[in-house]
């Protein structure tokens, strides 16, 4: 069992960056992936990045290309999401997730992945 906690969220001005972390306890196959997700209230869940520990693929959703980046630190199984050029848009809670999966399919679904993090709190502020 995969357990994943999320650290890195808070309150942030319009313009401003934030780095999210989530650390897993345990990476027992090189087909394993962590992504990240959010859900601002009201709203489905909805797929933001993700990335394959094999050969470091990563995915994005295409409203957030260019502005967050995903990476991953191999030693501390630590994936990481870097946020820059922050939205009000952007409040959400902020999910972690994690799968064992040697295919892409449904990397950007949250039915693909299979452990999930407590989710770690996004605002930023107009």
């Known amino acids: 069992q995969v357990q994943l906690v999320e650290s890195g969220g808070g309150l942030v001005q319009a313009g401003g960056s934030l780095r999210l972390s989530c650390a897993a306890s345990?990476?027992?196959?090189?087909?394993?992936?962590m992504g990240w997700f959010r859900q601002a209230p009201g709203k489905e869940r909805e797929f933001v990045a993700a990335?394959?520990?094999?050969?470091?693929?990563?995915y994005y959703a295409e409203s957030m290309k260019g502005r967050f980046t995903i990476s991953r630190d191999n030693a501390k199984n630590t994936v990481y999401l870097q946020m820059s050029s922050l939205k009000p848009d952007d409040t959400a809670v902020y999910y972690c997730?994690?799968?064992?999966?040697?295919?892409?399919?449904?990397?950007?679904?949250?039915?693909?992945?299979?452990?999930w993090g407590q989710g770690t709190q996004v605002t930023v502020s107009s």
């Open positions: 345990e990476r027992t196959s090189s087909s394993f992936a």
């Open positions: 990335i394959k520990w094999s050969r470091s693929y990563t």
């Open positions: 997730a994690a799968r064992y999966s040697d295919s892409s399919n449904l990397i950007r679904d949250t039915r693909g992945y299979a452990y």
